[in-house]
């Protein structure tokens, strides 16, 4: 295996990593979440969460959308840096190539990196309607996490 495809292969799976950390709702212990009890509202924040998934709200909260805009705008911002240090040195091709090669590379990496960083929150509409449904079930989230 070669330099670019371990590269590639351990990327992904920093990808696959980051997504299978998902935050859930956080639920205040009120007097329906006590008369129930924590395994019955583990089971209603799983319903909550398929009915919103058959209604068409995805949990995703586009951390690869991120990755792949860092990936661009490096790319982008890289290639035009490599044209000018190219046309300098004489070969604006070139350094375009290099310039585009490396910047794709940094903007990758730095938003892979961001993603530790950040919130793995879900999207907003996936949040919204499993707190509504959770609400109308009784229960008050406080948050998520």
């Not at 980051?18 to 209603?44: I, W």
């Not at 995703?60 to 490599?82: F, L, N, P, Q, W």
């Not at 046309?87 to 940094?106: E, F, K, L, P, Q």
Request: hydrophobic fraction near 40%; glycine fraction near 14%.
């Amino acid at each position: 295996m070669n330099r670019s495809t371990t590269a590639l292969c351990l990327a992904t799976a920093v990808i696959f990593l980051a997504a299978c950390s998902t935050a859930k709702p956080v639920l205040y212990p009120n007097a329906h979440f006590q008369s129930v009890g924590r395994e019955t509202a583990e089971r209603d924040i799983e319903t909550c969460r398929k009915e919103a998934e058959a209604a068409g709200a995805e949990e995703g909260d586009g951390r690869a959308g991120e990755v792949a805009k860092r990936t661009a705008m490096g790319a982008a911002v890289g290639a035009a840096s490599g044209a000018v240090g190219g046309a300098i040195s004489g070969s604006a091709g070139r350094g375009s190539m290099i310039g585009a090669a490396s910047g794709a590379t940094w903007g990758f990496l730095s938003g892979l990196f961001s993603l530790g960083s950040r919130s793995s929150e879900p999207a907003p509409a996936y949040k919204n309607f499993v707190n509504r449904c959770l609400q109308e079930k009784g229960y008050e989230v406080t948050g998520w996490q």
